[in-house]
């Protein structure tokens, strides 16, 4: 794919370079830059006119008259190459600027006609006018993120961006600069996309840096005008995928933002239909019945029909449907960077899809549900262990008098896999995702029963520890089923408390108390949350606060597998427990050695 076809594909017709290197070389500019720069202007220029600008740095009136005399004294062309090494001395970053030739490729390559090629100076109003009712959809953009003959330290480039976002241009801009490289264009393009607008809005277009050295060719092709101008080439391929990628990503966002509010519309209004009677019968009623909250019908229908809405953008809406048909064709240019390690931000989509923090299963006092995840205080002879219950969700859901239909459930150990490629196992079964870019698997032999209405305790607390201490208070914000359980479990170890701080010394502490063991199995890494290990009340001091009698399991929630995910983990627990097992078979087939073949002897 050719360069100008890659573009093509961006809807763009028109390439605008807005570049120093373009600036005219009027004999008024030329005097104006070399007095403003004069010490450095100097030590490049011809010696007429370094000997005015050395009476011009040291006071002398008659300066500024030698001066306008030698430069009008200059062709036209030997203004520009003054010109043109006045600016390399001002750009003197450490990195070679642009050669004519690398200049001259990309204009053929891009076919952009000399009458394209401007420089800063006026090149704002020339912007503003062509993208005018939006008449610069079809144009890009090229522009030098520092202009040499601006103030130190400007991004002149990037005002120019300001300025096309403000008057609401539709053009494709790509911005020019050494001070990024091939592999931290991406950080360059965050950086001063955050400048143009502080807050990120989604208004802001998406911000397409180009390294310079990109065009920069490397070993042998350096050495041939073919392969120099292939480096180019390539080099401006994946800048114009790069931006194509960001370009129809940020249409289709930016048409979403606009369709979410009336998406969001239309199924408040929708619900605002349903008569009163039907929202207490179908809505309220029905919720509380099956022991979630109240709103949880309003949450499923508000969530149900914004998904409908936006499955019917992505699938038919047209200029959606383009966006996609650009990226396709955009496929086949290689980027050429590795991207095995994966961006935070997607990281954090992916999580979001399959993982439910612990901020919010906790500091709701959501109650257990199958999935939820645990982890253990790391103790002083084994590290912090993580484990996840597995429970048909029908069976652990609470209804309105505290029951459930099953009062215990399994625990199964959470390992994390050391080498990803390790072949699988039946009893280690991988989780379908990665859990904080880690692979972790359920290892089936480190499984027990596990008491529900104990483990109850951890959606009692903000900080979902699996912890009671006396008078412990009951959060208001729970559900009705959860409120009965509670004071059964609570009036059940409130004894356990005061049965062993009346024992006092009499009583030893490893003794276990029935009424606080949370599992069955009491070995391997269930020894350390098997029974509830008994905490004794403390005063408060300067640095710690007062500690409670009761009791703790060493355990705390840290989040949630979301469904189906969880269910997905359960049915291959039960398609594993729930497999045939057969006798050993004493007569399994067995190859028969080979004979051992006779010693040859001697020839005769």
Known sequence: MKPVEALELLGSKRVIWIDDRFATA???KLIELLIAHAEDAGGVSPEPIQQALNKVVGGDDTGNHELEQAVANLTEAERVSLLRKVQLRLEDNGA???SDGQIDSVCAHLHIAKEDRWPFENSEVAMLELCKGGGDAEISYIIDLNDVQGADGNTRGLDLLKTLHGAGSKATALLLTHYATKTNEAEKELELRNLLLQDGSLDVSPVCVIAKDRLDPEGEAASTTEGRDATVAMALRIAIKRAGLRRNVHEVLTRVHRHIAQAFRNASND????????LDEYVIGRAYAEGVSELHVVERALTASMSESFRHMFSVDQDTRENERRLRSLRGVPLGIDATVHHKKLEMFRAQEVWERE?????GCSPLACGDVFEMDAQHDAPAYRFILLVQPCDIMLRPKGDRDSDAGFLVMLKQLENINDPSSQKQIRLPFLLGGKQWVCDLRKTTSVRLDLLDLVSYRADGRLEYHVDQAVPDCLLPGQQVLSASVFGSLN???????????????????????????TSGPFRYIAHGTFVEAKAATAIQPEVCAGFTWNLRRIGRVRMPYASAILGSYLAVVDRDAFDLDYLRPQTPKAPDMPVCGPCA
């Open 26 to 28: 009027s004999p008024e």
């Open 96 to 98: 070679e600027d642009l």
């Open 271 to 278: 619900l605002l239909e349903v008569p009163p009677e039907q």
């Open 359 to 363: 901020d919010l299963v906790n500091n």
């Open 495 to 521: 004894k356990a408390v005061k049965t062993r701080l009346n024992a006092g010394a009499a009583l030893p502490k490893e003794l276990k108390d029935a009424r606080c063991q949370l599992t069955l199995a």
